[in-house]
């Protein structure tokens, strides 16, 4: 980095802290940071960096800060709304007049073995997530035949392992397009299913019947994410939604499900309309199915099954530690 360059940045050794005074949803008034991972770095000169006493641990005053309880101080200092370059209006002067409620050093450095335990086991879990999903991404390209007359790298004995091509629509029985609007419905037990739902939002009860059914291949026909596929719901569907209901003596639907999720990318690229994002009309008579035998299509959609379901066990623990560290920090500080 050039000389000029450098005086826009501070050394940070290991250990000192620097205090990121940028707004964001997951900090609104700016959090500290601990370097650790190197032995030294450059930091913004924006930010605010200081080293500690030795009578004080870096990584419990940085957990401090991650616990919000000294967010009511900083909202003080903060002299108006964010700058030009992002950054809260308050100044390095200001900000060391924060005070916090620290025990001796002794407890400070238990209460940051018990942080860091915790984030050590937060990122292992996440780790163990990426390799599930690179795992199940594996298999789908290795599991999956791209052609009729080339069996798959990987397959399970059975006496045929004959793959056949169909477009989509031969293998369904029924298909059609949402219609139901939210703003036309009262309260009910049916569960409404919109683009919102099915990315995992709360769900919705109204008055309408259920003409969606768990076996269903969802599709989201309209908007930027058009072409995204879900199966597992049941309800009544959405206007930006389309369903499409196979046929139970051709073809496994979670199979299927499973196939067209695996080719997310190509259905986003090659079977929408270019400008406005929709699904192509006749996207159901173009797009090519490959399937074996339906004991195979069974074998095959509950071993990805049963990797999804490792995948969703993987996430909640994720989830379940994350509340225990919230939990944590809200208990081992004033």
């Not at 308050?90 to 060391?96: R, T, V």
């Not at 292992?124 to 991404?137: D, T």
């Not at 994002?277 to 049963?306: C, D, E, W």
Request: some cysteine; charged content about 25%.
């Amino acid at each position: 980095m050039a000389g000029r360059e450098k005086k826009n940045y501070t050394l940070l050794k290991k250990h000192q802290l620097s205090y990121n005074h940028g707004n964001s949803k997951v900090a609104n008034y700016g959090t500290v940071y601990e370097l650790t991972d190197y032995d030294e770095a450059l930091v913004p000169k924006v930010y605010h960096s200081f080293s500690l006493t030795s009578e004080n641990s870096s990584k419990f005053i940085e957990s401090y800060f991650h616990t919000k309880k000294l967010d009511a101080q900083l909202r003080k200092f903060i002299a108006s709304t964010a700058r030009m370059d992002g950054l809260l209006n308050i100044s390095f002067d200001d900000f060391m007049k924060v005070k916090l409620f620290a025990p001796e050093r002794c407890e400070q450095s238990k209460i940051s073995r018990i942080i860091n335990l915790i984030e050590k086991l937060i990122t292992l879990q996440q780790r163990k997530l990426e390799i599930l999903i690179k795992l199940k991404q594996s298999f789908l390209t290795k599991i999956m035949a791209n052609n009729i007359d080339k069996n798959p790298e990987l397959y399970f004995n059975s006496a045929s392992i004959k793959w056949l091509k169909q477009e989509l629509s031969n293998l369904t029985i029924k298909e059609f397009k949402g219609n139901t609007k939210l703003n036309d419905t009262k309260t009910g037990k049916t569960e409404y299913l919109d683009a919102e739902r099915l990315n995992g939002n709360v769900p919705l009860f109204i008055d309408k019947p259920i003409n969606t059914l768990k076996s269903d291949i969802l599709i989201l026909w309209d908007g930027s994410k058009a072409g995204s596929v879900y199966y597992g719901f049941e309800g009544s569907l959405g206007s930006t939604l389309k369903a499409i209901r196979l046929n139970p003596k051709l073809v496994n639907s979670f199979f299927v499900y499973q196939q067209l999720k695996s080719k997310q990318d190509v259905i986003f690229n090659k079977y929408r309309t270019p400008n406005i994002p929709h699904v192509i009309k006749n996207f159901t008579k173009v797009y090519p199915i490959y399937f074996p035998s339906m004991a195979v299509q069974n074998k095959i959609a509950r071993f990805l099954g049963n990797l999804d379901t490792l995948i969703e066990i993987q996430q909640k623990s994720i989830k379940d530690h994350k509340v225990i560290k919230k939990y944590l920090l809200q208990k081992l500080f004033i």
